[in-house]
């Protein structure tokens, strides 16, 4: 069992910048995790992912503003985000998938264990 906790979300005028965290409690360290995120009346969006091995993958809408890391020492997953703009404003989710690592894509079905979210806002 996995359980997952996201941090760092907040408010930011367009351009910001925001660092999220998410601590898993039990083991990760094998795991395909990502960051995903839900904006009022949409579906969830993946945004990046990466294996166990550092492989990563973004979608591109994020591609060169947001970047995704993890330490499997601290169980541990993050996203920085530069270049906010108001469309990025969505509660925003940590997930993790026990898969292959060629397994580890941007597909949000694949995801069995989720966090509870962070709210971003950026404002104009």
């Known amino acids: 069992q996995v359980e997952l906790v996201e941090s760092g979300g907040g408010s930011v005028q367009s351009g910001g910048s925001l660092k999220l965290s998410c601590v898993a409690s039990?083991?990760?360290?094998?795991?395909?995790m990502g960051w995903f995120r839900q904006a009022p009346q949409k579906s969830r969006e993946s945004l990046a992912v990466i294996d166990h091995e550092g492989v990563i993958s973004y979608a591109d809408s994020v591609r060169g503003r947001f970047t995704v890391s993890r330490d499997n020492a601290k169980n541990s997953l993050y996203l920085e985000m530069n270049n906010l703009r108001p469309d990025d404003t969505a509660m925003y989710y940590c997930?993790?998938?026990?898969?292959?690592?060629?397994?580890?894509?941007?597909?949000?079905?694949?995801?069995?264990?989720w966090g509870q979210g962070t709210q971003v806002t950026v404002s104009s």
């Open positions: 997930a993790a998938a026990t898969v292959a690592p060629m397994m580890c894509l941007l597909t949000v079905p694949m995801y069995g264990y």
């Open positions: 039990g083991t990760t360290r094998n795991a395909c």
